[in-house]
């Protein structure tokens, strides 16, 4: 079973910053990708940002290039999502996701083991 944990949601002001984490334990394979996704009240989930085992595969939503960065540490089995520039329309739910497959995917049914959640709530 594999365990993913987040942290670092909170309540910002439009226009500040938030970094979330998400630690991942447990019986992994060698290599998985990770994502994040979001869900709003009354909203779907929606894809966030991905990073592949090496990094060197990233995606981003379109509206949230050039604000949010993913980034990974190997040694500590954790993905990072460093969000600037946040709107009030990023208000969610934050979910970390992990992926067994070789393929750097979008949609959450690839996504194999989820996290918890962690809410942010950007003020105007």
């Known amino acids: 079973q594999v365990q993913l944990v987040e942290s670092g949601g909170g309540l910002v002001q439009a226009g500040g910053s938030l970094r979330l984490s998400c630690a991942a334990s447990g019986r992994t394979s060698s290599t998985y990708n990770m994502g994040w996704f979001r869900q709003a009240p009354g909203k779907e989930r929606e894809f966030v940002a991905a990073i592949s085992w090496s990094a060197a595969g990233i995606y981003y939503e379109e509206s949230v290039k050039g604000r949010f960065t993913i980034s990974r540490d190997y040694a500590k089995n954790t993905v990072y999502l460093r969000m600037n520039s946040l709107k009030p329309e990023d208000t969610a739910v934050y979910y970390c996701?992990?992926?067994?497959?070789?393929?750097?995917?979008?949609?959450?049914?690839?996504?194999?083991?989820w996290g918890q959640g962690t809410q942010v709530t950007v003020s105007s």
């Open positions: 996701a992990l992926d067994q497959s070789r393929f750097l995917s979008r949609t959450p049914e690839a996504y194999d083991y």
